[in-house]
C-alpha cells in the first residue's frame, strides 16, 4: 500500500509553549544509567532521556500547568514535534497528552495517527494509539471504518496491528463479525506483533462475549497460529 505524504506541522503557539517547556524538564530529569537500561529493554527501538514513567508523568502535569485546551491544530503539532525528537520520552507524552484529548480531534486527525504508528514503530506507542487514539476517532465516525478495513491488509505490519486493537476498548459495541475477518485475514501472518494482537484482540472480546470467541476459536483452530488460540482463550 502505497504510503500517502506525512502530514504537515501547523502553527501553534501552544505547541510552542508546550515543546520549550518539555525540553527543559524531561532532559534534566534524565539518568544515563537508567537510560541504557530502558534502552536495552525496548530493544533499542530509540534512545532515551532515562525518566521513569511516575517522575515522567508528574513533570508532565507541570509542563502543561496553567495551558488552555487545545484544539486540533495544537494536538497535531504537540503530537507530530514531540515524535521528532529522538528521546522515547517525548513520543510517551505525545501519546498521553492525545489520550486525554483524542475528543477535540476530527476524523481528519487520522493521517496524524497514521504518521505516530509509523514513526519509530513499537508497540509501546502503537497499542495505546491504536486502542485509545484511532479506536476513539473510529467510535466517533463509523466512516472510518472503511480506512481500518484498509488498515488491515497494509505490508506495515504495525499499521495492521491497530487495526487488529482498534476495538479493544469498544466492549459490548465491538463489531464482532470485522474483528474475526480481520483476525482470519491475518491469520497466516508470520510475525509475532501480529498473531499475538490477534489473540489480544479476540481475549478482550472474550470478556464480553465469551462464548462467540470460544466458537470462533474452534472453528477456526486449524488457521490460527497456536499464539493466537493461546492468547485467545488465556482467560476463558
Known amino acids: 500500500m502505497n504510503a500517502s505524504a506525512p502530514p504537515a506541522?501547523?502553527?501553534?503557539?501552544?505547541?510552542?509553549?508546550?515543546?520549550?517547556?518539555?525540553?527543559?524538564?524531561?532532559?534534566?530529569?534524565?539518568?544515563p544509567f537508567r537510560a541504557q537500561e530502558m534502552i536495552a529493554y525496548m530493544k533499542g527501538v530509540a534512545p532515551f532521556l532515562g525518566v521513569r514513567t511516575p517522575e515522567r508523568r508528574s513533570l508532565s502535569r507541570t509542563v502543561l500547568e496553567g495551558l488552555p485546551?487545545?484544539?486540533?491544530?495544537?494536538?497535531?503539532?504537540?503530537?507530530?514535534r514531540c515524535f521528532a525528537l529522538p528521546e522515547r520520552e517525548y513520543h510517551y507524552f505525545a501519546v498521553d497528552y492525545l489520550r486525554r484529548h483524542v475528543k477535540r480531534c476530527s476524523s481528519d486527525f487520522l493521517p496524524v495517527a497514521h504518521t505516530l504508528v509509523t514513526t519509530v514503530s513499537w508497540w509501546d506507542t502503537v497499542d495505546l494509539l491504536a486502542a485509545h487514539v484511532?479506536?476513539?476517532?473510529?467510535?466517533?465516525?463509523?466512516?472510518l471504518v472503511a480506512r481500518m478495513d484498509e488498515w488491515i491488509a497494509d505490508d506495515d505490519l504495525w499499521v495492521a496491528r491497530t487495526a487488529l486493537l482498534h476495538q479493544l476498548r469498544y466492549k459490548s459495541a465491538t463489531d464482532a463479525d470485522r474483528l474475526f475477518s480481520y483476525c482470519l485475514l491475518r491469520s497466516g501472518h508470520p510475525d509475532f506483533f501480529i498473531r499475538k494482537a490477534i489473540g489480544w484482540s479476540l481475549r478482550e472480546y472474550g470478556r464480553t462475549a465469551p462464548d462467540e470467541v470460544r466458537a470462533f476459536v474452534a472453528e477456526n483452530t486449524s488457521r490460527l497460529s497456536p499464539l493466537s488460540v493461546r492468547e485467545a482463550l488465556k482467560n476463558l
Open 9 to 31: 506541522v501547523p502553527e501553534s503557539t501552544l505547541a510552542d509553549t508546550v515543546l520549550a517547556r518539555l525540553t527543559d524538564v524531561y532532559p534534566a530529569a534524565g539518568d
Open 69 to 80: 485546551v487545545p484544539d486540533e491544530a495544537d494536538c497535531t503539532a504537540v503530537a507530530l
Open 134 to 143: 484511532v479506536g476513539a476517532l473510529v467510535a466517533a465516525d463509523p466512516a
